[in-house]
């Protein structure tokens, strides 16, 4: 066997390799196609039986060290290399940090904070309730039995149970926290209820998850006089309008008689609604004196107490406070809708007090 392929002359020649490069150079040189140790391996052919049985079996031998010598220095060049990479790369904390931008108040969110803030100035509580409601307290209460055709007048999302359960809904109005209300607690009762509201309907003006806020004022006195002194100036307050005109028009509802409608007056150019005055009506919320049917139903004595109630959508409100044309644009999470739109936090609590 060739002296070249000495062990102590190739553990030699790998210690001083001094680079991923040179230690390939030597692979090469040694277990390359024309390698040292492979011309060997190539000249087994040309010995008898017994002299290729020993020299084969030293060569392996020798090719099994010269493997694991190869491996042990590429290992000790590669830890050397990523120490120097450590050592040279440092992170430098003085650079500037990424710009981090201020959130802003969703439409939705502003218009609750701030219907809260004029109900609580009227001496009105905020009152919640679950989403997922009975069928009693969503309809029955409310004077919306089964056979009622109002229940047509609502795309109800129902959810399934067990055949002697009673049926449960996605609440299609807040007016479910009222009844809970009158039921747990006894009169007076003056509070509002804002929250999410379902029904099967989706276009422009329409979603099937939207905002409502209700009113409910239960005495020995109020008058539909009262009622509508209240909302008279709510909407003056919310619009920031104090010449605002309005009418109110008899209306239907099974949970209050009377009842009416409320609208205000609008004029609409270039496809921008101004709202205040003109010679338009737009439809801006349901109200009316509680049924006693309704008063009854939660146990209470209509011979000695009545009230109002009344309902808004919050969307169709901020949309016309704020000028928004699609109601969708509300649920998609668009970020530059929210920056057009939204309001800083610092700007509403200087203005509310908060």
């Known amino acids: 066997m060739s002296s070249t392929l000495d062990k102590n002359d190739i553990a030699n020649k790998i210690d001083k390799a001094s ?14 196609k024309k390698g040292l140790l492979t011309s060997e391996m190539k000249s087994l052919s040309l010995l008898s039986v017994e002299e290729k049985k020993e020299k084969g079996q030293k060569l392996n031998i020798l090719k099994k060290f010269l493997d694991n010598e190869l491996l042990k220095k590429k290992n000790i060049i590669e830890n050397i290399a990523i120490d120097e990479k450590i050592k040279s790369e ?15 108040i969703h439409p939705i969110s502003q218009s609750i904070y701030k219907i809260i803030d004029i109900f609580a100035s009227m001496g009105f509580s905020v009152e919640s309730g679950p989403d997922i409601e009975t069928d009693f307290n969503n309809f029955t209460a409310l004077n919306i039995p089964s056979h009622h055709p109002a229940r047509e007048m609502q795309d109800t999302f129902y959810i399934g149970g067990e055949s002697n359960e009673e049926d449960r809904v996605l609440r299609t109005h807040t007016s479910p926290v009222q009844v809970r209300s009158m039921l747990d607690s006894k009169p007076p009762i003056r509070i509002i209820v804002p929250g999410r509201t379902y029904r099967s309907d989706s276009d422009a003006t329409h979603t099937p998850m939207f905002h409502q806020i209700e009113g409910l004022l239960i005495d020995e006195t109020s008058t539909m006089a009262h009622l509508k002194g209240c909302l008279i100036d709510f909407l003056k307050e919310f619009f920031e309008i104090d010449d605002l005109q309005y009418r109110f028009r008899p209306s239907y509802f099974p949970f209050t008689e009377p009842s009416a409608e409320m609208d205000i007056a609008f004029t609409k150019k270039n496809n921008v609604i101004n709202i205040g005055e003109g010679n338009e009506w737009l439809e801006i919320l349901g109200c009316g004196m509680v049924n006693p049917r309704v008063l009854e139903n939660c146990n209470i004595d209509s011979n000695k107490y009545q009230g109002f109630a009344f309902g808004m959508g919050i969307e169709r409100l901020s949309m016309l406070k704020y000028g928004i044309t699609d109601m969708r644009g509300f649920f998609d999470c668009d970020f530059r809708w929210i920056n057009h739109y939204g309001f800083s936090p610092l700007d509403f609590s200087s203005s509310s007090g908060i």
Do not use: A, M, Q, W
């Open 90 to 104: 440092k992170i430098d904390v003085t650079l500037p940090s990424r710009n981090f931008f201020t959130g802003k």
């Open 19 to 32: 680079s991923l490069d040179k230690l390939e150079e030597l692979r090469i040189y040694y277990l390359g």
